[in-house]
């Protein structure tokens, strides 16, 4: 064989690989955005209540939120995400969008672990699935102190997917961010302890509503 014949055969070689890797080899940033649901309301009182939100990341692999495969299912490249920017941000606009007012310096605190934040791609031979798991832990402290603490859990999975995972990882990024932060302030001990850390009485009727996609978890 040829040393020409030879380099365009291992030419045709890393082109095959390529197609069957499609993009796995290259790393992806998603960027998760928190949508209310469209039943969710003002809480009469809420805007009376002033509070501070702070987020700490303490997962293992603190930027890593996925993982990219080939075909064969072999782990490619990582997936990243600013977890701590992107949970605050999604827990500032959970609090405006029912009416609560948020400062960087209030006695009335809400401290966000997240502790696991992490979906996995399973490709398969004509379609596959994703599946992922997201774990937090919420506290409200009135002037340093305790008043409310509670883990969150939420399990993702969608099946019959096609094409590249590509396409669905800042969907799925937002699915997951969304449903934890909605079953946090679906909690009515959460909601009290808000008002109760700023030193207001939570009112008879909170006007806190279930969105149908989280009650269904």
């Known amino acids: 064989m040829?040393?020409?014949?030879?380099?365009?055969?291992?030419a045709a070689i890393l082109i095959s690989a390529a197609m069957l890797t499609g993009c796995a080899f290259v790393p992806d940033t998603v960027r998760p955005t928190y949508e209310p649901a469209t039943n969710v309301t003002k809480i009469p009182g809420a805007s009376t209540v002033t509070l501070a939100i702070t987020v700490k990341n303490d997962k293992r692999n603190r930027s890593v939120v996925s993982v990219t495969k080939d075909s064969y299912g072999i782990s490619m490249a990582n997936v990243y995400m600013h977890v701590r920017k992107d949970?605050?941000?999604?827990?500032?606009?959970?609090?405006?969008?029912?009416?609560?007012?948020?400062?960087?310096?209030?006695?009335?605190?809400?401290?966000?672990?997240?502790?696991?934040?992490?979906?996995t791609p399973h490709p398969g031979l004509w379609s596959g699935s994703q599946t992922g798991n997201a774990n937090i832990s919420v506290k409200v402290e009135e002037d340093g102190k305790q008043i409310y603490n509670r883990s969150f859990n939420y399990n993702y999975g969608k099946r019959d997917l096609s094409g590249l995972f590509t396409q669905y990882r800042e969907a799925t990024a937002k699915n997951m961010l969304s449903h934890i932060v909605s079953?946090?302030?679906?909690?009515?001990?959460?909601?009290?302890?808000?008002?109760?850390?700023?030193?207001?009485?939570?009112?008879?009727?909170?006007?806190?509503?279930?969105?149908?996609?989280?009650?269904?978890?």
């Open 2 to 10: 040829s040393r020409k014949t030879t380099i365009t055969a291992k």
């Open 87 to 119: 949970f605050k941000r999604a827990f500032v606009t959970a609090m405006k969008s029912r009416g609560f007012q948020t400062q960087k310096n209030s006695g009335a605190t809400v401290v966000v672990v997240v502790h696991k934040f992490y979906f």
């Open 183 to 217: 079953k946090v302030f679906a909690n009515q001990g959460f909601i009290d302890a808000l008002f109760r850390a700023a030193g207001k009485t939570p009112p008879a009727d909170l006007g806190v509503t279930v969105p149908a996609s989280v009650s269904a978890h």
